[in-house]
Structure formats: structure tokens, C-alpha cells
């Protein structure tokens, strides 16, 4: 299978606890984004990364989040000190970006992180 | 703010019927739509794309249209089938260059 990868699918975790999420990408693709989807909500940005460089992260991404690309391969989504309001299926996505126009260039989705905090 | 909106929460349609779903945007730079589909537990899947440089875009039984200056633009699925039935989430970016933003989601029952 040469999607991207979520590990782990399910995370059941007591409040106050970290958590980390790791995605594998598409192979060769240089970008890779963080989702997050709550009930009855569309997929909400994160952050992303070109390579290993952290373009952009979103409000939504307080400083308890921490994302990292090291070598621009996988990358690892930490969550310090979850609260009840965390919960949610975090989505892991990547795309391969040909210089500074991507018209065409499709985004694709992992199967999701499911995080519950109790 | 809402950038790109999908006021319709649900749709039910027929088995062999034309299903459309709507998507309305407010930011003009968007200029690169997608339209993905997601079951329960997983994550979405890419159906089609369209870019502003055309009004139509057709793939099997899945058609796009753009309409850029009603800023609207909708997914047509002919004939529908059951298989059909999930959440359709319109996305938008500028360029196809920036992370996509997305709709709320229209939830499509076919019905047998």
C-alpha cells in the first residue's frame, strides 16, 4: 500500500497526558499537512510542511501542539497536556508541489487518527 | 469567517437519479476547487478538481462546474448509486498553493 499512513488509527488517553501521532507520506511527496475534523465539521488546517520546513501553522494550533518533519520524511504530531476539547480525528495529508504553481496537484488523506480524551 | 460553505448538511436522492451539490466561496483569490468524499472512520478521498481556467470538469459519473462570478460551484453525480452515500466536502486553495480550506460537508443518501 503506497497511501499515506496514520499510526496510531485510535488513541483513548486520560486528560492531562501527551499523545503523539506519527504519518508516513506518499512516497517522494515533498508536502505533507495536519487536519483536524470534528463532528460535523470539515477537515480544519493545522499546520504543513514543505520538506522538512514548517511553512505555516493555524490559530487552532495552540502551544501544546508541536509538529515535526525531521529529514522531510515522516512526521510526528505531539499533543502536551490534552484536554477534553482535543478530541477528534486528526488527518495526515500529502501532495507533491512543482514549483510555485500547483494547479493539479491533488492532496491526499491518511485513513485519520482517532483521539479520545477522557 | 466561513470561506468556503456547503449549506446544504444533507441530501437525499434516488437510486439512478442526478444528485448536485452545492458550494459557495467567499475569497476571491481561490482559483483551485476539489471536491472529496469521506465515509464514516476514514479519512476523505479525492474525487475531482477543477481550476478556474475552466467551468466544467467531468470524470465518469462525476461532473464539476464553476460558476466564478457567483463565487459557486457544484458536484454533479450521474446516475447516483447506494455506494454514493457519504459526506462530500468541497475544498478550496489559491494556486492549488496553499493548504486547502474546506466546506462543512453535505451528507448524500442514495436511496435503493
Known amino acids: 500500500d503506497t497511501g499515506v499512513s496514520q499510526d496510531p488509527r485510535h488513541k483513548i488517553t486520560k486528560r492531562g497526558q501527551n499523545v503523539t501521532f506519527r504519518c508516513d507520506p506518499i512516497?517522494?511527496?515533498?508536502?505533507l499537512y495536519w487536519y483536524r475534523q470534528t463532528l460535523g465539521q470539515g477537515p480544519e488546517f493545522l499546520t504543513y510542511?514543505?520538506?522538512?520546513?514548517?511553512?505555516?501553522k493555524s490559530r487552532l494550533l495552540s502551544d501544546r501542539f508541536s509538529a515535526e518533519r525531521p529529514k522531510g520524511s515522516f512526521s510526528t504530531l505531539e499533543i502536551q497536556r490534552t484536554e477534553q476539547g482535543d478530541s477528534a480525528m486528526y488527518l495526515c495529508?500529502?501532495?507533491?508541489?512543482?514549483?510555485?504553481?500547483?494547479?493539479?496537484?491533488?492532496?491526499?488523506f491518511g485513513e485519520g487518527s482517532w483521539l479520545t480524551v477522557v | 469567517d466561513q470561506q468556503v460553505k456547503q449549506n446544504s448538511p444533507s441530501l437525499s436522492v434516488q437510486e439512478g437519479r442526478i444528485s448536485i451539490l452545492n458550494c459557495d466561496y467567499t475569497?476571491?483569490?481561490?482559483?483551485?476547487f476539489l471536491w472529496y468524499k469521506k465515509y464514516p472512520a476514514e479519512g476523505p478521498t479525492f474525487l475531482i478538481s477543477?481550476?478556474?481556467?475552466?467551468d466544467k470538469n467531468e470524470d465518469g459519473r462525476f461532473t464539476v462546474f464553476l460558476n466564478k462570478s457567483a463565487k459557486h460551484l457544484s458536484l454533479h453525480i450521474v446516475p447516483s448509486q447506494p455506494g454514493d452515500s457519504a459526506v462530500y466536502f468541497c475544498?478550496?486553495?489559491?494556486?492549488?498553493?496553499?493548504?486547502?480550506?474546506f466546506g462543512k460537508g453535505t451528507r448524500l443518501s442514495v436511496i435503493a
Open positions: 495529508a500529502s501532495s507533491r508541489q512543482r514549483g510555485g504553481r500547483g494547479i493539479g496537484n491533488t492532496i491526499y
Open positions: 512516497s517522494e511527496h515533498n508536502r
Open positions: 510542511f514543505q520538506n522538512e520546513a514548517q511553512l505555516e
Open positions: 475569497n476571491s483569490m481561490f482559483d483551485y
Open positions: 477543477i481550476s478556474s481556467i475552466k
Open positions: 475544498a478550496a486553495s489559491v494556486s492549488g498553493n496553499t493548504p486547502l480550506v
